[in-house]
């Protein structure tokens, strides 16, 4: 079998998909992206395809490896994303192939099922707390939300007592046993990051997410000193060797990275091991669409150390279209008492709606993060 084409579809609401196909008319889904970087991304995969025409799809170890050690650099949201994408649709042609979930190629699956979470919004605490209600009536578990809006390095206490207000109302409507995750996003610096976490210790999160920026991560040590609540941080962290510093600190509960951003279901795989060896928990983030979340499965279904899932559906994000927009077995992933199955299908296990994909496609978009501001008019982390 040879790799004879790779075609990639920029999708709302602010995804891309990657299609590659075969010689013998097996195809492989990827979903390479970065958020508000599409097209940039996209440029990257197709300078990766001028090497895997022509390769046989099976060697996916191999390939990865040369995409990134056949550059002299190599690393970053851009490159790692693109690696990510293609790396996900091979799986999936070899699993196609050969007839098994990509969970029972990587040593067969530990778990049938995985806790999932749900994001929650809102503008108010009482907007909040009834959308936590609505989301805990469905069934889920636990929830996630954004712990604050824009916080400079030093700010002002009312800041502080509305976010532990917010966490506080929750709390109250949804009672002492669903879990729920507070992301700080990387809005907050060191200063007030120790503030929020000890002011938030009574509320019993499940994790707070991000407290400070991955680049700042020195300043973890004095977080988890003034709190025992988990964190949690690996978005923006690209490769096993990103991580690695991260886990040798002790400072962080749980690793959060991203198939479609950190190299895909191979990289991620060893990172889900490596965070293992550190007795670590691992939350793969997922805010993005149908076949992200179908490789965040297959991972969650053979990592030992896995113990939640994050799921877009419904997020505030997906206008337009949403994850099961874009498959037509839409049964795939079944949710049920706040758990996800783990898909059984071929590959992973998803089945791809081309013509609709093709179809969003033709729209497209541009999608770009907001630009927040403080008051002084500097920029805010968004």
């Known amino acids: 079998m040879k790799i004879t084409k790779l075609t990639t579809y920029i999708v709302p609401p602010r995804w891309m998909f990657l299609k590659i196909e075969t010689d013998e008319g097996i195809t492989g889904w990827g979903e390479p992206v ?3 970087r599409a097209l940039t991304v996209q440029a990257a995969v197709h300078e990766l395809e001028d090497y895997l025409i ?10 990865w490896n040369v995409m990134y050690r056949g550059g002299f650099y190599r690393g970053g949201a851009i490159h790692m994303s693109a690696i990510a994408g293609i790396d996900q649709a091979l799986w999936d042609i070899k699993g196609k192939a050969l007839g098994q979930p990509i969970h029972s190629l990587l040593g067969g699956q530990v778990r049938d099922k995985i806790k999932v979470y749900s994001w929650i919004g809102g503008d108010r605490p009482s907007d909040v707390a009834n959308n936590a209600r609505e989301v805990v009536a469905r069934g889920f578990k636990a929830i996630k939300l954004n712990g604050c809006e824009e916080m400079q390095i030093v700010d002002s206490w009312d800041k502080v007592e509305r ?8 709390r109250e409507a949804i009672g002492p046993h669903i879990g729920i995750g507070v992301d700080f996003h990387g809005r907050v610096h060191r200063p007030m990051a120790k503030v929020l976490a000890k ?3 009574p509320y019993n999160l499940m994790f707070i997410e991000e407290p400070v920026l991955s680049e700042n991560r020195e300043a973890l040590k004095e977080i988890a000193n003034h709190c025992s609540t988990p964190i949690a941080l690996g978005e923006r962290l690209y490769s096993r060797w990103d991580f690695k510093q991260v886990l040798t600190d002790g400072y962080v509960d749980i690793l959060q990275p991203d198939l479609s951003h ?4 191979t990289e991620c795989r060893k990172i889900a091991a490596m965070a293992e060896a550190y007795d670590v928990a691992l939350a793969p983030h997922c805010p993005l669409g149908p076949i992200a979340l179908a490789a965040c499965l297959q991972v969650d279904a053979v990592s030992y150390n896995a113990f939640i899932q994050e799921q877009s559906l419904g997020i505030h994000y997906n206008t337009g279209n949403d994850i099961l927009d874009y498959i037509s077995n839409k049964e795939v992933f079944h949710y049920e008492d706040g758990f ?6 071929p590959g992973l296990g998803i089945e791809v709606d081309e013509e609709y994909v093709i179809a969003r496609a033709a729209e497209g978009h541009r999608w770009r993060n907001p630009l927040w501001r403080h008051s002084d008019g500097s920029v805010a982390e968004w």
Do not use: N, R, W, Y
Not at 54 to 63: R, S, V, W
Not at 340 to 345: D, E, F, H, K
């Open 54 to 63: 022509g390769k046989d799809p099976f060697l996916i170890e191999d390939h």
């Open 34 to 36: 970065v958020e508000g």
């Open 163 to 170: 976010a532990v207000e917010t966490i506080a109302v929750i």
């Open 262 to 265: 950190a190299g895909g279901i």
């Open 199 to 201: 002011e938030l210790q």
């Open 340 to 345: 996800v199955s783990i898909p059984q299908g």
